[in-house]
């Protein structure tokens, strides 16, 4: 092995990795899996961060402008992300089986971005000869903001910007900037009126539910592992006995001065302090999903 890797990663013996590829701790790479350049030029290089999964037969392959790509990220089996041109790909994203990430034009996408099997999302078309005058040719930047959903089966085109929390319903050809906050649906897709997947959500709301998910996590976690609400701090504790180390979930906006054994969870910047302790590992998979996602500050 000649790649950089740290901790706790479990990658299969017959995962093809390039040497100019660094990866993180605790990531999940399956069989067959290809992460490199292309063949026979020289590739820039290939940032992987912590707790990702790759599953099998997936392939990624960059040209010089290389990849960078967050931590909690999900790319199930036999993706092709591909392109010459730089690919940034944030936290918590989740990409379907087959899909296609293109970034010959290229291609950002930020955090919390969930794209269904099978969708494709291009930054380039290219068609017929130059010389003999076909003008079906452009590489041009897409861009895929926080939260954006597109549901299965759905093709971006190229030079696109995909507003924050937009939906895309199943089979949607998107050949048209998309504004945040809508739904979407149809080939060209097309705004629905009146159709919204959000709500408004108080702190005491998103309080009692934590709760309820921390119970959930402690039961099915086994003796050793306990939590305890402090309403006078509005704020909720779990404690692994063991090792004596800490979750601490509240409301203290950018909070991420705690010790080396203590993850705090922001509920009001929905950020937390990455520690990579076992418990914070094994609570954030049992959330990260579909309950709540957070994004990193700082580290051990």
């Not at 696109?160 to 050949?175: E, Q």
């Not at 504004?179 to 919204?196: D, F, I, M, Q, T």
């Not at 203290?252 to 990455?274: A, H, W």
Request: charged share 20%; with cysteine; aromatic share 10%.
């Amino acid at each position: 092995m000649s790649y950089q890797a740290g901790i706790g990663n479990e990658i299969d013996v017959s995962a093809q990795i390039s040497d100019d590829v660094v990866i993180g701790n605790y990531n999940y790479i399956g069989k067959n899996v290809v992460i490199g350049a292309f063949k026979g030029t020289q590739g820039g290089k290939i940032v992987i961060g912590d707790c990702n999964q790759i599953h099998e037969d997936t392939r990624i392959v960059m040209g010089a402008e290389g990849l960078s790509v967050g931590d909690w990220n999900v790319f199930h089996n036999n993706m092709l992300v591909m392109g010459g041109q730089r690919m940034e790909i944030g936290h918590n994203c989740w990409f379907g089986q087959n899909t296609i990430l293109d970034s010959a034009g290229g291609l950002f996408i930020g955090n919390g971005v969930r794209v269904g099997m099978y969708s494709q999302i291009w930054t380039h078309v290219a068609s017929g000869e130059l010389i003999e005058g076909c003008t079906l040719y452009a590489q041009r930047s897409t861009s895929i903001e926080d939260d954006v959903w597109l549901v299965g089966s759905c093709i971006v085109g190229s030079g696109l910007n995909l507003g924050r929390r937009a939906v895309c319903m199943i089979g949607s050809l998107i050949t048209k900037d998309l504004e945040p906050n809508k739904v979407y649906r149809g080939s060209p897709a097309s705004e629905v009126e009146g159709l919204h997947f959000y709500r408004s959500v108080t702190d005491e709301e998103k309080m009692r539910m934590m709760i309820g998910w921390v119970d959930q996590f402690v039961e099915q976690s086994g003796t050793g592992v306990s939590s305890e609400y402090l309403p006078h701090l509005n704020t909720l504790r779990v404690k692994d006995v063991a090792s004596d180390e800490l979750l601490v979930i509240g409301f203290e906006d950018g909070k991420s001065d705690s010790g080396t054994l203590t993850t705090y969870f922001d509920l009001k910047g929905k950020t937390y302090s990455k520690r990579l302790t076992t418990l914070e590992r094994q609570f954030y998979r049992f959330i990260f999903d579909h309950k709540a996602r957070f994004l990193p500050i700082g580290k051990n």
